[in-house]
């Protein structure tokens, strides 16, 4: 790395990605290491856009490949130093108590409800879509995007910022934390070189809102709007 800003600039793309992978990827009650998670940054999709927007900014003598398999030991190096800037992500984990095949591995504590929606359109589809289906994606992509995600859950919590449900209080320990991140702003307010303000455009909705948020497409209904809904 050139500089410790430059280091702490990659981190904050590479870190939540990581994190994102290990939820999604991760099966009930066991561990995933670093030998399954490097490959797992560059085969989805979303997760492989993100580490190649890193890549890019190195020297790249290394492979893409061992670029993505030294990210997962970086995040694993931070995590042994304590690095409290990141206590917010690590606390969503639990690491094994002994290496595995030689790496130390992790699985969620909670499932934080990483996939916004379960059927978002992925890329390979949207050719395949009408126009007004993509369009929709593209707000869906800027909502699941992980660390404007997380910058959002720091600043307002995991109860939903319309109704106040709380999955953990409902549903206990197994769904403390899964709530959705909403965007604020307007389809025709969205560009291609946009970038979001995780607390001043997103907030924290349980799926019943956010659904209600969405029903109506040509422009979505406000907060408040909803909120005169639920006080009918």
Known sequence: ??????????????????????????????????????PLLL?????????????????RSLSIEEYAGNMVQWFSRKW???????????????????????????KPIARSAVNVFPDEVEEGEAAKLSEGAVFQRLVNAYERNPLARQKCIDKYGTNCYVCGFSFG??????????????????????????KVDPVAELRPVCPNCHAVLHHRSEQPYSMEEVQALLRR
């Open 169 to 194: 209080v409902i549903y206990g320990e197994t769904m403390d934390g899964f709530i959705h991140v909403h965007h604020l702003r307007q389809l025709s307010q969205v560009g291609k070189n946009y």
């Open 80 to 106: 042994t130093e304590g690095d409290e800037r990141w206590a917010s992500l690590f606390k969503k984990f639990r690491r094994s108590e002994e290496r595995i095949d030689g790496c130390w591995a992790y």
């Open 1 to 38: 790395m050139k500089d410790g800003k430059q280091q702490l600039s990659v981190q904050a793309i590479v870190f939540p990605i990581i994190a994102t992978v290990i939820e999604r990827y991760c099966g009930p009650g066991r561990y995933i290491s670093r030998r399954e998670i490097g």
């Open 43 to 59: 085969r989805d999709t979303h997760s492989r856009k993100s580490i190649e927007t890193a890549y890019k900014r190195e020297d």
